[in-house]
Structure formats: structure tokens, C-alpha cells
């Protein structure tokens, strides 16, 4: 597989107004590659510079030192700006605030307004990425009407109507309640499957990262980890010092291991808790 | 409770006014402006009530929700009509006692008036009834897009216009929860003298701005990634196609415009 994200040596420090004080370093050296059609998810708490790494993706932050390229486009060309972004689309945390039309229909429309795509190609793909987040019958309401998963989804169809081939999520799910959480991680995941999107999930969650099929941890600017769940999770010590909690079944093993039971702890979902355990009465 | 306020008034509907092109409306709004004013008889304004009428009977709307336009001019209206009533000197007295004097002519100015401004509020209301906010902004910009050859900001005064509607239903939401949370730390927002009132308002005010900023510059992060880049190059979804009932509609109010210019010079 080819990598769609190819991040080398990337630093960035934002500005501070008052010339005295030194610029803030939010991101200290970072080198991540991500393969065309993976699930990445990013993981740290606040203030590690995840959200501000995903801002390098489509060129919203420039770095201050290194490279981004994104699709083969470096995201310092400035010519390739709109290809860029629309290659690799971008839905924030906060609903409300990145809706911009008062109808549905019209607000998945508005990148392709933007973009200048005919009326008859713009109708369909309006059409098709409403029906693939399950949000066409709602095309017609104003989005007050929502709820936050649904407003969500709609986001989400806005940025699937440009037809990228990523997506970056920044905590699309921090605000919902469970039921949006649902619905919206149900969307993600049936896009990448489906669509062959790539996705990079940035989350704290620690159960949104344990569906993923890789996980980034990042802490203080740089990354610290970066394997498949089972492989990032089983490292508990590492994660509790850096302040982020392991899934509830990982700890289980993690401490069962630690009492001396013969059990893995690479251990990520319920079932395999369930059957871990029962081996281990078993035996 | 601020959630029931509704803006522009719009009655959705299917009826022949509601399907008319929003650009159209507009403009035939601006001729029926025109007409009402440039009649200074009772036949003219005889005209221009058959016109309103014929156009609210069209509408399906309830003739209801019309009076109920006007009711908060009620007072312009009176005073209005107490102005011409009271410092019209011409014609022939009618009444008199002290300093007031009242004309037959007075009489019939302020009547004439009253009923002209009763007209246009009733008339205009029909346009904001029948045509929803959005599609109101949408045809103001193509009907003002002849102006960008001079540099007048068209694309950006209609998007500021259509992001403003959006956002009216969130704030209230917002103005609401934080009232409430203000209440809750005892800030006295339906009770108290006027200018406790209007001191606590500032608590509410205040965060409520600090959250405009935020989310302005949220939204303007999301724009940028959906590739905006102001109005060049932009092709639209809402399409407005004029169909042949519009020409009809417009040539029907011309035709209106002109019986009320020949009534006016005959009689």
C-alpha cells in the first residue's frame, strides 16, 4: 500500500504576540507515515499537540520546520491549496460551529459551491453522501432541528461530498452523547470499509481507539508510541505515565499478569477478556 | 422560552405566491410600493386594496396573521393620523374648540394616510410570509450581483446575511442556557427594579460575545477546509429558475401600477 500522509521531521511553534517571549513548541520532531486506507487513531490528552497536528493535514497550520506531504502535495504549495483540501477533508469536534447553511442538503453543498462543481454533478453527489452517513430524508431540515450525532453526520456528509481520500476527525465525538457517539464512529468506520477512505481518528476515548487498526500516542509534541491497539494497550505502564488510561478489560489482564496468572496482555475487546479468563479457570 | 421566537415569519406553504421566483417577488414588492404612493386619490388606493387582497386570498394564509402585522404600528398609526388631523388647515371646519381644529380635509388626509400605511405593511408582510429567509438573502445577492462591477461586496454581504439566520436558532439556545446557569449563581434576570435588571444583563451579555468570538473563528477554520474562497468560481445547489407564472405576476402588478398612474392624472 502506498502512504497517503508522509510527515518527516515536522516542528512547529506558534508565535507568541509579545516579541519577549519565546515561541511555544507545540510539536517537537514528528515522523509518521500513513498507508492509503488505514484507520489511525490519535491518541493523547490535552494539550499534547494532537489537535494541532491534525491542522498540519490539510494546511490550516504550516510548519515551522519539516515537511507534510499529503497525497504527493506538499501542503507548503500554495498553488495546490484547494486540491489539497479537498483530498483530505476535516470534521472538529464542535457540531454547531461548522455547519454553515441553514438547510441540510445545502450545507453538504458547500464545499462543492466552493469548488465550482456543475449543478447536475453537485445534485448527485449531495444526494449519495447524505444517503451513505443515513441523513438524506433529514436533507430538507435546518439544522437546529438536530441532534448532535445527526448534526455530526452531516458534517461528516460535507466533507465525504468532496470524494477525499482522508478524512481527519479532531474529537468528532467529544461533545455527543453515547447514542451520537454511536452513530457517528458506526459513520467513520463504514467509510473507510466501503469508501476506502482513510481515516485519522484524533480521540481520547480509549474504546474509539481499540476499533482502529493502529494507534499514534502522542505526548509533549512528539509520538511515543505508534503499533496496533493490542500491541499499543499491553504497554500500561507507559500509558498510565503519561496520563491516559488503558480500556477497563486491558487493565483486568494487565493486572491479572502482574498477580502472576498466565494471561496475554494484549487484550482489547470484552469476548477476548471473556475467553482469556475462562482459559485461565480452565487451566 | 426564547426559543419560540420565530424570525421572518415565515408560513411555509404551496400556494401560487409561496412558488413564485424570490427575485420576482421582490421586485413586484418594489412596483407595489411605488403604486401605493403614487396614488393620491381613494380610487387609487381602491386599486391597491384589490391588488393586497387579491394577492393574500392567493397566499392561503390566514387573513388573521395580516392584522396582526400591523398591531405593533399601532401607535405610529394613530399619531400619524392625530397629525394630519390636527395641523391640516385647509378645507372647511368641521369642529373647533380652543386651539383644536378639525377639517373635513384633515379628515380625509389622515384616513387616506392610515389606509395607505395599512396597505404597504400588509402587502410587504406578504413577502416575508411567503418566501423563507434563506431564499429571501439568496435572491437580494443575484438580484444585486450587477453591482460587483463597482466592487460592492454582494457575495459577502448575503453570506454574512444567510450565516447570521443560521446561527440566530444557536444563540438563542446559548442565550438561554446561560441565563439559566446565571440564575442559578442568583442573578436576578425577570425580577428586580429596571436597573437591576439591566446591570445583570451585562452577565449575560458578556459570555455570550466571548462565545460568538469562538465559534466565529471555528467556523471560519471549518470554511477555510471546505475550500472557501469567497464568491469567484461558485456554482450554487439552490437553483432559481423563473417560470413562465412569473411574467404573469410581474406584468399583472405593471398593469396595476398603470390603472392607479391613469387614475391619478383623471381624477
Not at chain 1, 190 to 214: F, P, Q, S, W
Not at chain 2, 82 to 95: A, C, E, H
Not at chain 2, 156 to 168: G, P, Q
Request: hydrophobic share 45%; with cysteine; proline share 4%.
Amino acid at each position: 500500500m502506498e502512504n497517503i500522509i508522509e510527515i518527516k521531521g515536522l516542528h512547529f511553534s506558534y508565535e507568541s504576540d509579545d516579541a519577549e517571549k519565546k515561541p511555544v513548541e507545540v510539536l517537537k520532531g514528528i515522523d509518521l507515515d500513513i498507508k492509503q486506507g488505514e484507520f489511525v487513531a490519535v491518541l493523547g490528552h490535552n494539550g499534547c499537540g494532537k489537535s494541532t497536528l491534525a491542522k498540519h493535514l490539510n494546511a490550516i497550520l504550516l510548519p515551522t520546520e519539516g515537511t507534510v506531504i499529503v497525497d504527493g502535495i506538499d501542503t507548503k504549495d500554495n498553488e495546490k491549496l484547494f486540491d489539497l483540501r479537498q483530498r483530505a477533508g476535516m470534521v472538529f469536534q464542535n457540531p454547531d460551529n461548522q455547519i454553515v447553511s441553514s438547510v441540510v442538503e445545502e450545507d453538504v453543498a458547500f464545499a462543492l459551491e466552493n469548488l465550482g462543481v456543475p449543478y447536475e454533478e453537485m445534485r448527485r453527489r449531495v444526494d449519495d453522501s447524505l444517503k451513505a452517513v443515513g441523513m438524506y430524508d433529514y436533507r430538507l431540515h435546518s439544522p437546529s432541528q438536530l441532534s448532535g450525532g445527526q448534526k455530526q453526520r452531516v458534517a461528516i456528509a460535507g466533507i465525504i461530498a468532496m470524494e477525499p481520500k482522508c478524512i481527519i476527525l479532531d474529537e468528532p465525538t467529544a461533545m455527543l452523547d453515547p447514542q451520537g457517539r454511536k452513530e457517528v464512529l458506526a459513520t467513520i468506520h463504514r467509510m473507510n470499509r466501503e469508501k476506502g477512505i482513510t481515516i485519522v481518528l484524533i480521540t481520547h476515548y480509549m474504546d474509539e481507539a481499540a476499533d482502529c487498526d493502529r494507534v499514534v500516542v502522542m505526548d509533549k509534541g512528539m509520538v511515543v508510541l505508534d503499533n496496533v491497539p493490542a500491541k499499543v494497550f499491553s504497554q500500561v505502564d507507559k500509558l498510565k505515565a503519561i496520563g491516559l488510561d488503558v480500556p477497563q478489560v486491558t487493565e483486568l489482564a494487565w493486572e491479572l499478569l502482574k498477580a502472576g496468572c498466565d494471561i496475554s496482555p494484549e487484550i482489547i475487546s470484552e469476548e477476548e477478556c471473556a475467553a482469556a479468563i475462562e482459559k485461565l479457570f480452565n487451566s | 422560552m426564547l426559543r419560540d421566537i420565530t424570525i421572518g415569519q415565515y408560513f411555509p406553504g404551496n400556494s401560487v405566491i409561496h412558488r413564485l421566483d424570490p427575485r420576482f417577488k421582490i421586485i413586484i414588492t418594489i412596483i407595489y410600493i411605488v403604486m401605493l404612493f403614487t396614488g393620491d386619490n381613494f380610487l387609487c388606493l381602491a386599486v391597491g386594496a384589490v391588488f393586497t387582497f387579491g394577492a393574500i386570498l392567493l397566499s392561503r394564509i390566514p387573513l388573521k396573521m395580516f392584522f396582526k402585522s400591523v398591531k405593533p404600528l399601532f401607535i405610529f398609526l394613530i399619531i400619524t393620523s392625530l397629525i394630519n388631523l390636527l395641523f391640516m388647515s385647509r378645507g372647511d371646519v368641521l369642529f373647533e374648540w380652543k386651539f383644536i381644529k378639525i377639517t373635513d380635509e384633515g379628515l380625509t388626509t389622515s384616513a387616506f394616510m392610515v389606509i395607505r400605511i395599512v396597505l404597504l405593511i400588509m402587502g410587504t408582510s406578504l413577502l416575508t410570509y411567503t418566501t423563507s429567509p434563506i431564499t429571501l438573502t439568496d435572491a437580494i445577492e443575484r438580484l444585486l450581483s450587477p453591482l460587483r462591477k463597482i466592487k460592492f461586496p454582494v457575495h459577502e454581504l448575503a453570506m454574512m446575511m444567510s450565516i447570521a439566520l443560521r446561527f440566530i436558532p444557536t444563540l438563542i439556545e446559548e442565550t438561554d442556557k446561560i441565563m439559566s446557569a446565571q440564575k442559578a449563581r442568583g442573578a436576578e434576570i425577570d425580577t428586580g427594579s429596571f436597573a437591576v435588571r439591566a446591570k445583570n444583563l451585562v452577565s449575560i451579555l458578556v459570555p455570550l460575545f466571548i462565545s460568538a468570538f469562538r465559534r466565529a473563528d471555528e467556523l471560519a477554520t471549518a470554511m477555510e477546509c471546505r475550500c472557501y474562497h469567497g464568491g469567484e468560481g461558485r456554482t450554487r445547489l439552490r437553483q432559481l429558475r423563473s417560470a413562465p407564472r412569473d411574467y404573469i405576476a410581474l406584468a399583472v402588478t405593471v398593469l396595476f401600477l398603470a390603472a392607479v398612474i391613469v387614475l391619478g392624472k383623471l381624477f
